[in-house]
């Protein structure tokens, strides 16, 4: 199967954005193609491939966390039939409605360990010798959010 992987790398500050996006190419075992929406116009004769994938850096604007509700019906030109979102099942009626709606939802996490985050913290201190218990990767955002 020939896919279309359309992604952005101006959302590539983030190691895992990047990790995310080839992850792909790197367990599927069909042909991934990348496109750099950040670095090229969208001229591609999609009829060239099986599927197209947006990843979510596709969406990564000024206004990221906005664009999809702001942009649904462009999104839904292109013609989607399934999402994957980590948004839980529970809201999806509140964030998927219009021509997203009825369309097949999987819930994902935002991240994954890399294989190679896995080699580089093998080796864990037990849980009574760390300073800290608990962590969260963050960043400033707006109250809104």
């Given amino acids: 199967m020939r896919i279309l992987y359309v992604t952005a790398s101006q959302a590539y500050f983030t190691n895992n954005v990047y ?71 529970q809201y999806w009626d509140k964030v998927f409605f219009g021509p997203f709606a009825h369309l097949p939802k999987l819930q994902v996490l935002t991240g994954y360990v890399t294989e190679n985050m896995e080699r580089q913290f093998s080796e864990r201190l037990p849980l009574n010798a760390r300073k800290w218990k608990i962590g969260y990767r963050s960043r400033p955002m707006k109250p809104i959010f």
Avoid: C, E, M, W
């Fill in 19 to 89: 990790d995310f996006d080839h992850s792909f190419s790197q367990y599927s075992k069909h042909d991934l193609f990348y496109f750099d929406i950040s670095k090229n116009a969208f001229d591609i004769d999609l009829h060239a491939f099986d599927a197209i994938l947006f990843s979510y850096s596709f969406l990564a604007h000024p206004d990221k966390y906005l664009y999809f509700l702001k942009h649904r019906d462009n999104l839904a030109a292109f013609g989607i039939n399934a999402i994957v979102t980590i948004v839980p099942p």
